[in-house]
C-alpha cells in the first residue's frame, strides 16, 4: 500500500524559498503519476506540479512555471518541489499525491493521498 509523507512546509516572506519533501513508500510503477496539489483556505484543491512516473515529464500550473520545480530521488523514494519567488497567494497546505490514471495534476484522478504541510507566505 501507497504511503506518501510530506515535509518542508513553513512561513517565509514574499520573494523567499521553500523546499518541499514527499517521502514515498510502496511505489511502484503501476503508478502513472506523481505531483504537487495545493488548496488554499475556502477553495479546492489544484495541481500545482506532477512528474510522469514514466518517462519524467513534468507539468507546472501556470501561476508557478519558471517559480517551483519538480524534482525526484529514486534512491531516496523522495519527491521534492522547490519553491522560489515565493508570493502570498501561494500559501495553502501543499499535498503529494500519486495516480494510477493517466492523468497529469487533475485532482480528481488521484486516489492516494499524504497528509499535507502547510505553506504561509506573508508580504
Known amino acids: 500500500q501507497l504511503q506518501l509523507v510530506e515535509s518542508g512546509g513553513g512561513t517565509v516572506q514574499s520573494g523567499g524559498s521553500l523546499r518541499l519533501s514527499c517521502t514515498t513508500s510502496?511505489?511502484?510503477?503501476?503508478?502513472?503519476?506523481i505531483g504537487w496539489f495545493r488548496q488554499a483556505p475556502g477553495k479546492e484543491r489544484v495541481g500545482v506540479s506532477c512528474?510522469?512516473?514514466?518517462?519524467?515529464?513534468?507539468w507546472y500550473s501556470t501561476y508557478v512555471k519558471g517559480r517551483f520545480t519538480i524534482s525526484r530521488d529514486n534512491a531516496q523514494n523522495t519527491l521534492y518541489l522547490q519553491m522560489n519567488g515565493l508570493e502570498p497567494d501561494d500559501t495553502g497546505v501543499y499535498y503529494c499525491?500519486?495516480?494510477?490514471?493517466?492523468?497529469?495534476?487533475?485532482?480528481?484522478?488521484?486516489?492516494?493521498w499524504g497528509q499535507g504541510t502547510q505553506v504561509t507566505v506573508f508580504s
Open positions: 510502496g511505489f511502484t510503477s503501476d503508478y502513472f503519476a
Open positions: 499525491a500519486a495516480s494510477t490514471a493517466r492523468a497529469m495534476c487533475v485532482t480528481r484522478y488521484y486516489d492516494s
Open positions: 512528474l510522469n512516473n514514466n518517462d519524467g515529464t513534468t
